[in-house]
């Protein structure tokens, strides 16, 4: 058996050229062997066994030239170099072999297991290339959405504003006939008001930096502020509103704003599903170190394949061009982003009775985080 590598280079040369070998031998694109003064080889590296498609400690103690001739019968095929290595004494102790394989092919042929790793890599980057252009689209589409929603509700508000005056006869008298079409057009352009509502939050919610606001909020003033802004709804299909929050509730440590807005949001979606005098149910408890808030109502219900799927953006239940319910799918999507948001929960499931009942979990102000 030939002598370790490192006593055999530190005999040839010493420790720095023993140190220089044997950083050659790693080379991974040149197929290098070093044998002893017999030619036997004494070590193959990567590219060498690849090249002659056989593991290093199947060449190992084997005359070269024997190698080559059964793995290359057509001695045109290889381009061999070979240089002695000398000890210190000038005497012929080995050599080292470069080889070169002649065909089209210049690079060193690697395994399939190799080949399938560098496909992978390839695929990979493809695969975060992509990600990084639908990420820019993304972040454009967002923008997009802001800023039209943005200029639509500008002029949308001093609509509503004047029109609101009007219907309430704040500028002067108007006919009964008149006041019952302003209502109309009231009722109308708050429903496009939320709707430029649901993207503006959508576009916001969807910003990675997103950091609420945290303060106390008392549900109850949330509800105070809300409720009045779905009189019209609440008059035009005569729905009455259960409602049971205990006075001494804790309150929810969250953002305001986005509070209102999932508030706002869960009465939406109830009062599109509750029927013509109908009724609503508003309930809150103390649920450990959460708050859970939930609305009931006494409409169709949703089927239990989709109750997951209603958080997703745009999902609609009923996405024909002739349903009867009107939005665009966003409700409880930003429901859910508020709560996640806030490190809470938002769950929707039905009624035995019928009906569906939806719950927004945020922590209560005091908990432990």
């Known amino acids: ?10 005999e040839l040369a010493g420790n720095d050229a023993a140190s220089a070998l044997e950083a050659l031998m790693d080379a991974r694109e040149i197929p290098i062997l070093l044998t002893d003064k017999d030619e036997k080889v004494v070590l193959a590296n990567a590219a060498a066994c690849a090249l002659m498609r056989m593991p290093a400690r199947a060449a ?13 019968p057509k001695k045109e095929e290889i381009e061999h170099r070979s240089e002695p290595i000398r000890s210190k004494d000038g005497s012929v102790v080995g050599h080292l072999h470069l ?19 560098e496909t992978l890599r390839n695929k990979l ?3 975060e290339s992509t990600n990084e252009k639908l990420r820019a689209m993304e972040n454009r589409r967002n923008n997009l959405l802001s800023n039209v929603s943005h200029e639509l509700r500008t002029p949308l508000v001093t609509i509503i504003g004047y029109v609101e005056m009007i219907h309430t006869s704040e500028l002067g008298e108007i006919p009964q006939d008149v006041s019952s079409s302003l209502k109309v057009v009231l009722r109308n352009a708050l429903r496009l008001s939320s709707r430029i509502d649901d993207l503006l939050n959508l576009a916001r919610l969807q910003e990675d930096d ?8 008392r549900l109850s003033e949330v509800l105070q502020a809300v409720l009045p802004e779905h009189h019209l709804l609440l008059e035009d299909k005569n729905i009455e509103i259960d409602m049971d929050i205990p006075e001494d509730l804790p309150d929810v440590k969250a953002d305001r704003r986005m509070t209102c807005r999932a508030v706002d949001n869960l009465i939406k979606n109830a009062l599109k599903y509750s029927k013509q005098e109908g009724r609503i149910g508003i309930t809150a408890e103390k649920r450990g170190d959460m708050i859970a808030f939930r609305i009931s109502d006494r409409g169709e219900g949703i089927p239990p394949e989709h109750l997951e799927n209603v958080f997703e953006p745009f999902f609609q239940v009923d996405s024909s061009p002739t349903r009867s319910h009107g939005g665009i799918g966003l409700g409880l999507s930003i429901v859910r982003k508020i709560a996640q948001a806030h490190g809470g929960h938002a769950t929707v499931e039905r009624n035995e009775q019928g009906g569906t009942t939806a719950t927004l979990e945020l922590p209560a102000a005091g908990a432990k985080s």
Do not use: G, Y
Request: no cysteine.
């Open 1 to 10: 058996m030939t002598k370790d590598l490192r006593e055999l280079l530190s």
């Open 60 to 72: 190992i103690d084997r005359p070269l030239d024997i190698i080559l001739s059964q793995h290359f």
């Open 99 to 117: 080889l070169h394989h002649k065909s089209e092919k210049t690079q060193t042929e690697v395994s399939p297991e190799h080949e399938e790793i």
């Open 125 to 127: 980057k493809q695969l």
């Open 210 to 217: 997103l950091e609420p606001n945290l303060e106390h909020v």
